[in-house]
């Protein structure tokens, strides 16, 4: 199924190529025109009574999942869409695959730290075992410095508060892994502890509840 090219509900500049036209009623209607994300972890116990944020001040972050369709899936994490990420990281997961589990309408990634020092702030962490919906799907590192398709990704959504659809390569010839596709909206964040963080999809019409949901804990 080919993803349509859907321009930003809410935005600022035109991101890249993709073509314009009305965003509709919110994310979940999004969604729906997208080959979609789903749920389940065990990580959700650790979180507890909600205190500041481990990303700044603001309760809220802009969370970009975006991939070549037959590539891997990344994850960006920024305190508005014109900052640089405070967290990236290219999950195990294809993103064929983690479409299919949008299909189910709710998604639940989770990232678990085995480190034990407490050093460090929890997304400074650098070794994550990735689950997906409860099944692990392997490990990732955190990407100290965007690499240059990633930068090109953050640049062209960088007015883009809420979206998903298609973007242009970076390469002027055919990506041979298929279209780069996108979908970025903001999140509430929840910090339970300094070793656990939950980051919750906002509806923008007020409607549902969540359909993504993304889980940082340090393990003790």
């Known amino acids: ?5 859907i321009a930003p509900s809410t935005s600022t500049e035109p991101a890249g190529k993709t073509k314009v036209g009305k965003g509709g009623n919110g994310i979940s209607k999004l969604f729906k025109l997208l080959p979609m994300l789903s749920t389940g972890c065990k990580m ?11 990303l700044g001040r603001s309760s809220t972050a802009t969370v970009t999942l975006f991939g070549y369709r037959r590539g891997r899936v990344s994850l960006a994490i920024q305190e508005d869409s014109r900052c640089p990420p405070a967290f990236l990281i290219e999950l195990p997961l294809l993103t064929s695959a983690l479409h299919k589990e949008m299909a189910s309408g709710l998604v639940r990634i989770a990232l678990e730290s ?4 407490h050093r460090k702030k929890l997304t400074d962490e650098s070794v994550w075992a990735v689950y997906c919906n409860g099944r692990r799907s392997g490990y990732s ?11 090109h990704v953050m640049q062209l959504l960088r007015g883009v508060s809420m979206g998903a ?9 055919p990506p041979p892994d298929g279209e780069l596709t996108y979908m970025r909206a903001r999140f509430e964040r929840v910090v339970g502890s300094k070793d656990s963080e939950a980051l919750y999809m906002i509806n923008p019409d007020g409607t549902g509840g ?11």
């Open 114 to 117: 085995e480190t034990r020092t």
């Open 1 to 5: 199924m080919e993803t349509p090219r």
């Open 44 to 54: 959700v116990a650790h979180l507890g009574k909600p205190s500041k944020a481990l």
């Open 165 to 173: 659809g298609v973007l242009p390569s970076p390469s002027s010839e």
């Open 210 to 220: 969540p359909e993504l949901s993304i889980f940082l804990v340090r393990m003790k």
């Open 141 to 151: 590192v955190r990407r100290k410095q965007s690499s240059d398709e990633e930068h």
